[in-house]
């Protein structure tokens, strides 16, 4: 399997398209394959809540804990596997895609312990590393080694 053509559905593109207060916060877009419509960011504490809101929409990875919350009990609550998730994109338009500072491919292998595990992969398709938790996840995003 090539390095480039392994895009599953809970596959994410994190398109940053600026870094501000000295590289503090950030701003951009995500997209996938199983994503509908491109999401936009203008902070981190939004790219976490985006992110988990995507994976629960997409239905894997599944979480291990069920998330509270306050919502109305109306409102469509996504929490269950999805076998085939619905695929609204192909690869190839998704890695048109590009932020303006920096753009990673995460893909998302589970969610333990109210947490993400995973691997990011810069625009090129080179393993920028491995994350175990949200916090190691920031971090790797944050590492502007190699840029766009």
């Not at 994410?12 to 600026?18: A, Q």
């Not at 076998?83 to 998704?94: D, L, Q, R, T």
């Not at 691997?119 to 398709?125: N, P, R």
Request: one cysteine or more; proline letters at 2%; aromatic letters at 8%.
């Amino acid at each position: 399997m090539s390095e480039r053509s392994d895009h599953t559905s809970s596959t994410l593109r994190i398109c940053i398209d600026e870094f501000r207060n000295d590289g503090g916060e950030i701003s951009g877009r995500i997209s996938g394959i199983a994503v509908k419509e491109e999401k936009i960011f203008s902070d981190s504490s939004q790219l976490m809540i985006l992110i988990d809101r995507i994976l629960d929409e997409i239905g894997r990875p599944q979480p291990t804990r069920k998330s509270r919350s306050f919502k109305e009990i109306s409102e469509k609550e996504v929490t269950s596997y999805c076998g085939e998730p619905k695929i609204y994109h192909s690869v190839e338009e998704i890695r048109q895609k590009e932020g303006k500072v920096l753009t990673r491919d995460v893909f998302f292998v589970s969610r333990l312990r109210s947490s993400w595990q995973g691997v990011m992969k810069d625009i090129q398709g080179q393993m920028t590393g491995r994350f175990d938790s949200d916090l190691e996840f920031i971090d790797l995003l944050y590492d502007r080694g190699v840029t766009r």
